[in-house]
């Protein structure tokens, strides 16, 4: 049985920057991954090459045993859904149109379907944006945006859901909700692989944590010992402490004072 | 339905767009051919009288139809055009392919090409000028087998900036004469066509619409973005080529029988957005039927305002320009700016 994602080998470098390296990672059940790590190390190269956006790099990143790049687009886009951090539209669509675009994959016809109707509605609700469903998405918050995002790839129905940062411009509570849902959908059977910089996010959502530092993996292992204090120290430069709490669930709380590096 | 999902296209929607549209265009095919200097009755030309018959389906009504056939290829193919570069200036003319036909067409012009290949000498310089351009841009353009539309943009604004100072070199060089001929085919005009030439663009535009339009989901997505549209099971490199491709041929195809003509391939598609949003399932059917509209109805009045006719695309931005503006300042919703 080949795994959902294999990683072997990968690099890639613009110009004279290296930026990642030798990258080796599998990803065989649907699980909660965190892809951590400050700005600038290749989490959302990362994501991209995993996504079939990319070209350019050395090593094999393989879906359900196939190099992502033999893929045809669309029976991968069936399978594997992409959120980018941010989108800019310079034409007048609704939100609700952007969630319908998810259904492109699956559409056979020239109008959607009761079935992409249905997956879109499921979607809207799940994201809890049908208030601005209606509204020109150039004209939503870069959270609202965030959200649209999210449920124009959950109406594409993905078993495997990438994402690129999708709380950075979020409130609280959203990030909280979102993360939960993501959280969901994972033991629903979605592999659900988001990058992220919060650590606290990544530490109390996921299953498991990939940390990257200059283009490598220093840890791939669960949240309390991919982020040990020694690795947050290590990779962010920060003084870092788990606050372990009552109810038994652990933050991570740090020290303002960098460490004993500068950056 | 949810009360949200108004916005969405729906076969009641595109039916009543099309209606609308088509009524349009027939209203155009039996009212415009009747407005002239001389009067003419269509009972008496459809009873073969002359010289009413002579005159409605021998000058007047082709010259509806190629307005209409010219109006509708501009404004789909200026609508491609801004989705796939998702620029709002974009014209049927930004990259390039129209520049290159109207240099052919001087060349023709100015060397006195009076046929070419069986085909009128204009016309097949045109063609063989669009040809050539197009496929320097896409050299310039592509990076191996790929593309990008801003690559895309570049190359075309490029390519089109060289032609243009080509044709003004020529220009320069000509006679009076060929100066005068020269410059009476750059501003686009509408003349009275052979049928031949009208079937011959019929087959040319019409196929070649009906399939942009059929592609709408795509075209969509690529007015997001391409990464987008690659994350949504489409090929990016391979729309945008198809999509120049097919956006070329149709402007090319325009530009060898009537030159340039200005403004329809920028204002029909802004004005049906504003209108209709952004779906291209409902904005490329609409902006080829209202836009085929527009051009006849400006071609007729540009015909019979003064004594002596007007170019026509005098009266495309005289009277486009104007009505969009009106219509962008009667949007309550700002936002489109």
């Known amino acids: 049985m080949s795994a959902i994602l294999e990683l072997a080998s990968i690099g890639i470098s613009f110009g004279p920057l290296q930026v990642l390296e030798d990258i080796n990672l599998r990803f065989d059940v649907p699980q909660m991954v965190a892809l951590a790590g400050p700005n600038g190390v290749g989490k959302s190269t990362l994501l991209s090459i995993v996504a079939g956006l990319r070209s350019g790099y050395s090593g094999t990143c393989c879906a359900y045993g196939k190099d992502v790049r033999r893929w045809k687009r669309r029976e991968f886009a069936r399978k594997i859904a992409f959120v980018p951090q941010s989108l800019k539209l310079d034409f007048p669509f609704t939100a609700e149109e952007v969630v319908f675009m998810g259904r492109t994959p699956h559409a056979g016809g020239f109008f959607e379907s009761d079935r992409d109707r249905g997956a879109v509605r499921r979607a809207i609700e799940l994201t809890d944006m049908g208030e601005f469903a209606a509204r020109d998405f150039r004209a ?4 609202e945006r965030q959200r649209v995002m999210l449920a124009s790839a959950l109406a594409q129905e993905p078993q495997v859901l990438l994402l690129d940062e999708p709380t950075s411009f979020l409130d609280l509570a959203h990030q909280f909700a979102i993360y939960s849902l993501l959280r969901r959908l994972s033991g629903e059977g979605i592999l659900v692989i988001a990058a992220t910089h919060d650590l606290n996010l990544a530490a109390s959502y996921s299953d498991r944590v990939v940390l990257l530092r200059k283009g490598c993996v220093v840890a791939d292992a669960v949240p309390c010992d991919a982020l040990s204090v020694a690795k947050i120290d290590e990779v962010f430069h920060v003084r870092a402490e788990w606050v372990h709490r009552a109810d038994g669930r652990a933050w991570i709380t740090f020290d303002d004072r960098a460490g004993d590096a500068s950056l | 339905m949810t009360p949200t999902e108004a916005h ?49 389906f021998g000058v007047r009504l082709p010259r509806v139809l190629l307005a209409l056939l010219c109006g509708g290829a501009l404004s789909i193919a200026g609508c491609l055009f801004q989705a796939l570069l998702r620029d709002a200036l974009a014209t049927p003319y930004t990259l390039g392919v129209s520049s290159g036909a109207s240099l052919g067409a001087v060349v023709a012009i100015c060397f006195g090409f009076h046929t070419i290949a069986g085909l009128p000498g204009i016309w097949g310089a045109a063609l063989l000028g669009a040809a050539v351009t197009l496929l320097i841009v896409l050299a310039v353009a592509s990076e191996g087998n790929r593309m990008s539309s801003f690559t895309l943009l570049l190359g075309g604004v490029m390519i089109n900036g060289v032609v243009t100072s080509l044709i003004m070199l020529l220009h320069n ?9 020269i410059v009476h085919w750059l501003m686009g005009n509408i003349d009275p066509p052979e049928p031949f030439t009208l079937i011959a663009l019929a087959i040319a535009v019409l196929p070649t619409s009906l399939g942009l339009c059929l592609m709408a989901r795509r075209w969509n997505l690529m007015a997001v973005g391409e990464e987008w549209a690659a994350s949504r099971g489409v090929s990016p490199a391979r729309l945008l080529l198809i999509g120049y491709v097919a956006g070329s041929f149709l402007s090319a195809a325009v530009t060898a029988v009537t030159g340039p003509i200005g403004f329809v391939g920028l204002v029909v598609p802004h004005a049906l957005r504003l209108k209709l949003g952004s779906d291209h399932r409902l904005l490329m059917p609409a902006s080829f039927l209202f836009g085929a509209a527009f051009l006849a109805v400006c071609d007729t009045v540009a015909r019979t305002i003064f004594s002596v006719e007007l170019p026509v695309s005098v009266l495309t931005a005289l009277v486009g320009g104007p009505s969009f503006i009106a219509l962008l300042r009667s949007r309550r919703r700002s936002l489109w700016l």
Do not use: H, K, Y
Not at chain 2, 22 to 35: E, F, Q, R, Y
Not at chain 2, 173 to 181: I, M, T
């Open chain 2, 8 to 56: 969405v296209v729906t076969p009641r929607r595109l039916t009543i767009v099309l209606l609308v549209g088509l009524a349009a265009v027939l209203a155009c095919i039996l009212i415009c051919p009747l407005i002239g200097p001389s009067t003419l009755s269509l009972q008496r030309a459809f009873a073969g009288q002359w010289p009413d018959n002579q005159m409605f």
């Open chain 2, 173 to 181: 060089l000509a006679s009076v004469r060929e100066s005068f001929a």
């Open chain 1, 140 to 143: 939503l918050s870069g959270g």
